[in-house]
């Protein structure tokens, strides 16, 4: 019994709400372990093909929980370093979930919920939404979270946000291109939606092999490996059943089973 998520179903999709919206949704070790378990039942749910990560209440995450950081500050160092995995291994679970992810993003996303977010595929935010890399004024680093950061933003960016630890704006998360679009907070829904809608044309094996794709082939030297690697991966495609199928409908001018089979058609 989930005590600290919601998990809402669609059509092929699910939507896991963070729900402490008491605390602002605050990450404590319940929390980050409902999400793992969430996360994991849903890559094996073939129901679900893309899954969207949003917050109950005024704001998306404001980062670690109080309770949890008076405990983390009485723990020894063995102590932190296994409750620090439990994060590391959340985001872990997220990022190489074989599902497109997507970060509904509203209020505040701060330090850990700005880790979630860049955990996840997309990341779209209302216009309100603050966010914040604020550990260094607590004498800390934003550790776990750093490879998602950085793969989204870049050093160049991260050296100004994890150093000042200052609050920018939705407008400043898209220019730096920590998040993929902005709009009221109001159509987030309706934006959201409309991103899953092409999602969901892809194929299930396509959608899962070109996460792949992105996560091992990003800062590969461009060799005789990698072109070896990236054709060896397209044949494989092409050999595949989804391959085929998609081929085939696009030149009879219909639409592949993974579609025609979603709409009913």
Request: aromatic letters at 4%.
């Amino acid at each position: 019994m989930l005590q600290t998520l919601e998990v809402g179903y669609g059509s092929q999709t699910a939507v896991v709400w963070l729900s402490r919206p008491e605390v602002r949704n605050a990450l404590d070790a319940r929390l980050i372990d409902e999400l793992m378990e969430t996360f994991t039942t849903l890559a094996a749910d073939d129901n679900v093909r893309a899954i969207v990560l949003a917050g109950r209440g005024k704001v998306f995450c404001a980062g670690a929980d109080l309770t949890a950081m008076r405990a983390s500050a009485q723990a020894n160092e063995a102590q932190n370093q296994a409750d620090a995995m439990r994060l590391a291994t959340l985001l872990h679970t997220i990022y190489t979930c074989p599902k497109p992810t997507i970060a509904r993003l509203h209020g505040a996303c701060m330090a850990g919920g700005l880790g979630l977010a860049t955990a996840c595929d997309v990341a779209i935010a209302s216009r309100d939404t603050r966010f914040a890399l604020t550990e260094t004024r607590l004498g800390l680093i934003p550790s776990m979270i750093s490879p998602y950061v950085l793969r989204a933003i870049g050093p160049r960016e991260a050296s100004r946000w994890f150093l000042t630890a200052e609050v920018f704006d939705a407008a400043q998360a898209l220019r730096m291109g920590l998040i993929h679009d902005v709009c009221e907070v109001e159509d987030l829904d309706t934006h959201i939606n409309g991103i899953l809608e092409n999602v969901l044309l892809g194929s299930p094996n396509a959608l899962r092999e070109s996460k792949h794709l992105i996560h091992e082939v990003t800062g590969q030297p461009i060799d005789a490996a990698l072109l070896a690697d990236t054709a060896r991966r397209l044949a494989q495609l092409r050999a595949s059943a989804d391959g085929k199928e998609g081929v085939a409908a696009f030149l009879e001018k219909r639409k592949p089973a993974w579609v025609a089979t979603a709409q009913g058609a």
